[in-house]
C-alpha cells in the first residue's frame, strides 16, 4: 500500500463534527502510528527538499505538527503563526474574514528575514482563508511565498484558487 492510501485509510471521518453538515477530516489516527508519521514527514520533506527553502511557517496548531517535522528535516528553521495574543515578542497581525465571522493571526517580527524563502505549512487546506492570512504575513514580514504544503487538501472547497494568487505552488499528499 503507497502512502497516500495508508493516509486516507488512517483519517478518521467524523460526522457532524463541529456544526451538522460537516464529515472532519480527524488526522489523530496518523499521530497514533509512528511509522506512518515518519513515512510523512520524509515525503514532506523529499517533495520539498529542491526548492531552495529557508524557513518554514506552520499554521496553529495542527501545522506545527509535520510543519517542524519538516523544517528538522531539511535543516532550516520553523517559523509559528499563531492566533492572535499567543505569541509573546512583538508580532505582526492579520485579519481575515471567515463565513462565521473574523480571525487574526500573528508572527514574530523577528521570524522571517528580509528575501527568505519561505514555505506555509497546514494540516488542511479547505476554503485557504488562514493559509492566504499566513502567506500575507510572510508579505509583511519581508519573505517571499515559495509554496504552500498540505497533508490534505478538500478539493470540492476550491482553496487552492485563492493561494495561486500567490504565484507559489501548492502540494498536499491527499486530495479529496
Not at 464529515?23 to 520539498?48: C, E, G, H, R
Amino acid at each position: 500500500m503507497n502512502l497516500t492510501e495508508r493516509i486516507i485509510q488512517s483519517i478518521r471521518n467524523v460526522p457532524d463534527f463541529p456544526k451538522p453538515g460537516i464529515m472532519f477530516k480527524d488526522i489523530t489516527p496518523l499521530l497514533q502510528d509512528v511509522n506512518l508519521s515518519a513515512d510523512i514527514s520524509k515525503a514532506l520533506a523529499k517533495y520539498w527538499s529542491s526548492h531552495g527553502l529557508d524557513v518554514i511557517v506552520g499554521i496553529e496548531s495542527r501545522g506545527f505538527i509535520w510543519g517542524n517535522s519538516l523544517a528538522q528535516e531539511l535543516g532550516i528553521p520553523f517559523v509559528p503563526v499563531r492566533k492572535k495574543g499567543k505569541l509573546p515578542a512583538e508580532t505582526f497581525s492579520y485579519k481575515y474574514d471567515l463565513e462565521y465571522g473574523s480571525a487574526e493571526v500573528e508572527i514574530h517580527k523577528d521570524g522571517i528575514k528580509k528575501g527568505q524563502k519561505v514555505l506555509i505549512h497546514d494540516d488542511l487546506l479547505a476554503t485557504g482563508g488562514t493559509a492566504v492570512a499566513a502567506a500575507e504575513l510572510v508579505k509583511i514580514s519581508g519573505g517571499e511565498v515559495a509554496g504552500f504544503s498540505f497533508l490534505v487538501e478538500l478539493g470540492f472547497l476550491n482553496g487552492v484558487e485563492r493561494l495561486r494568487n500567490y504565484g507559489a505552488e501548492v502540494h498536499a499528499l491527499v486530495s479529496y
